[in-house]
């Protein structure tokens, strides 16, 4: 079998580098881990839970989707090509590669967003499995597993007591990278460890069920009554894909741009003309519920939440969907 | 051909005119014959489109024209923020950016026959006109057309000149203005490949019954109208439900207070329609503004039935 | 600690069963963490808890009409939240009547006080708050640099940022209605979460809290991206105390260093 040892993985994303590739992967940064741009020098840790998701990578926080110069009494288009360098993303989570079903569910159904498509096509993912979970980690109880890799182009197990990784190629653009990987990557034997098993919080089937017929449930304000409404949720989520669309610009020149936006806002709903829907944080935490468990599943097929609990883990006020799911949707045995 | 879902057109201002304070009419021509033909295969009444300009954003309007008049399209709005500000000091001659037509329409075929009640209040007038001309200009497919419009205040009625035309008996209702102060450019020419012959008579036309009316306090002392909000005024005409559509546009509090009188005249849910207004960025169904409950109104709408509008959590709209 | 936080709990208790408050802010413990809660029954007055790692400024929810509507309320308040209310009270954002602290800090709790006694506590007890010395001397050190060094260090943080807007949730000062990255008629500050839109957000947020920050630290402890904005929170806090002796928080009526002028303040920038 294919072997990475854990103290190659430098090498590997420096192979890539040589070869072409955007490396994406997470790096320590001043004590905080990030998935970011590689750069020769930078320390990988490899099994730490990012800050951010390797969304990122496929419809950034910001993104140029209009460019114009004014001429005369008119404007002229510039023509704007999605900025899509072949990436690889290494080591990314479980959770955050099947939250790409998710992107890919809706910047493509009815029409295709280009933009994204562009950096998801040239990207390859490599997912590695999680050998511990911390007690924000709830993918189990959202269908999902810390060892699988749907929607990844290549599995590393962890294995020999984290000491190596088993590399394993699930689609060409996978195979793509191992060739690329060059002498990182060894044959050999090794056991795998372990997989992080987080317990089954709650139950997916029922929470969607209890949120169909609960709108109107009191349940909202006492839920949301520490919600601040900022968007840090929305913007660590791996599956969150509301955008705002924002032109920039001077007299002469100017961009559209589209920019991360987050339900959570007072903001999002407001019409011109003053009427507010979502008037109150209960309204907008609501939303951000329905939208993950109730509408998106009715529409789509899928939730629109993977688990990874970022959310939870970064909320200044303690808010938690998973604690939020298991309320109304307690296990049968919990 | 671009395949950036986000890349509007170019339409240039042919025409304008003020409806009513702040609020202005654009007659816009495609500059880009496949982007014009493009639309017309696709445009149905009721759709809407993103206009904008760089560097100011997009803003979303219905298509105030119909689809029987292909030489142009005209949008009608209010100055009410960043875009519509710019947009409104943009003058004749001059461009501004477009994408569309976006989103579903009224199923204007499956009405032939029936007669047809229209109800508006405010700026939500341009998205019945678009609909109200496309029907006269195929006049005999459909029974009686009646439309209940009001506004706060007299001065805020738009599309006034049509008013007169459609109403014939209020010609100087308008603060003593009479329709030829209007700037005759917003008037729709004769129909080219429309049903009818009869074209727009500049006074009274008899196949309309058009009630106006505005709000307490709205009145001129020469006002000839109705003086009751846009529910109350639709009561006491009491039109009645038989073989009827009624399609209502309006701020969502008008809407809430119509249902309730509509259905006490007896319209079935499924035969009356209504428009939301919910916030759209993108007009495509991805930037998830616009979701409420299990619809992305710029997909799903702009027009719902009152019976799929009942079925949407009322808390988001 | 153990002492004041079950005369904290007593007193939370009795001010709901008197029918005094109709609800509680304070911390609860969940897991290793502490976490804001709201408690609107005596008996849940047992779950209220307290200590140095609460960081989030609970003076924050009288924004929230959620909140504010189920007036009045008592808040569990540090020294750093009773200057926040103080703050609120002399911009006119908040009532006599509608909060009261329960005040609690490290030398102990202080009681149920009105907005009147908070001066008078914070002033015996904690008369001159300044920021942990070790914050003090990564501001020296930072301004010890040039300013071009300054500049290309915090571009270098700045970049991190989201935009999410945590800090401004986290604040009690933050209480615009419409914050002015949001106006754009016309639009100040660049929307894009990126280079110079991002320093001008950050740099703008942190003016707009000079002579009004209290130091409590919340919008740090909030950025999920870990951005030290402290640093700049304390160095204008300095300049505000040095250049025109602001140390907002420790009166009823004070008025607010920005919304005042003085004969005496130093006109020397002005040639």
Known sequence: ?334 | MTDNLYQPTTLRIADSRDEAPDVRTFRLEFTDSGYRSEFFRRYRVGMFGLYGLPGAGESVFCVASPPTRTDHIECTFRKAGRVTSALQDREIGQTISFRGPYGNSFPVDSWKGRDLLFIAGGIALPPLRSVIWNILDRRADFGKVAIVYGARTVADLVYKQELAEWGGRIPTAYGGGTSSGYPSVGRLPTANGGGTSSGYPSVGRKDVDLTLTVDPGGETPDWKGKIAFVPTALKESAPSSENCTAVVCGPPIMIKLTMPVLRGLGFEPKDIYTTLENRMKCGVGKCGRCNAGGVYVCKDGPVFTLEQFQSLPQGDL | MSGAIGAMRADAAKLLSEGAVKLVLGYCVRGNERYPCFISEAAQAEALDFDQSCRQNLAAYLRKPEVRGRAPLAVVSSPAVCRSLLVLSSESQIRENEVRALAIGPKGYGGILGLGALGAWLKADYPDLVPEQALLDRVAELSAKTAQERAKFWMKEFEKCTRCYACRAACPGCYCERCIVEKNMPQWISSAAAGHGNYAWEVIRAFHQAGRCTGCGACEAACPQGLPLMLLNARLSQDAFEEFGSRPGYELEAKPLIGSWSAEDDGSFIR
């Open chain 1, 1 to 334: 079998m294919k072997l990475l040892d854990r103290s190659k993985s430098t090498d590997f994303a420096a192979a890539l580098a040589a070869a072409g590739y955007r490396v994406a992967a997470p790096v320590s940064d001043g004590g905080l881990v990030r998935i970011k741009e590689w750069a020769p020098g930078a320390e990988i840790a490899a099994s730490e839970m990012p800050l951010n998701s390797m969304k990122d990578f496929l419809f950034p926080r910001t993104e140029v989707i209009g460019r114009w110069t004014l001429e005369g009494d008119g404007f002229a288009s510039q023509d704007v090509r999605p900025d899509a360098p072949k990436t690889a993303v290494l080591f990314a989570k479980p959770c955050d590669a099947a939250a790409l079903a998710v992107l890919d569910a809706v910047f493509n159904w009815d029409c295709k967003d280009c933009f994204y498509n562009a950096k998801r096509d040239a990207a390859a993912v490599a997912v590695l499995a999680c050998g511990s979970a911390d007690e924000h980690c709830f993918c189990t109880s959202v269908g999902g597993s810390p060892g699988e890799a749907h929607g990844a182009d290549l599995l590393f197990r962890p294995a020999d007591g984290g000491l190596r990784m088993i590399v394993e190629p699930l689609t060409a653009k996978g195979k793509a990278l191992a060739d690329a990987a060059g002498s990182a990557l060894s044959e050999g034997q090794a056991q795998a460890d372990p997989i992080a098993r987080p317990a089954e919080r709650f139950d997916p089937g029922k929470a969607s069920a209890w949120l169909a017929s609960n709108f109107e449930s009191p349940l909202w304000k006492e839920l949301s009554l520490p919600c601040l409404g900022c968007g840090a949720c929305a913007y660590a989520c791996p599956a969150c894909h509301c955008f705002d669309i924002q032109d920039e610009g001077s007299r002469s020149e100017s961009v559209r741009c589209r920019n991360w936006d987050s339900c959570g806002f007072g903001l999002f709903t407001l019409h011109a003309g003053g009427h507010n829907p979502r008037a109150d944080q209960s309204a907008r935490w609501r939303q951000r519920m329905m939208h993950k468990f109730s509408y998106f599943p009715q529409r789509f097929g899928r939730l629109a939440c993977t688990g990874c609990g970022r959310c939870a883990r970064l909320c200044q006020a303690g808010m938690d969907i998973a604690r939020a799911c298991a309320r109304i949707s307690p296990r049968e045995n919990a």
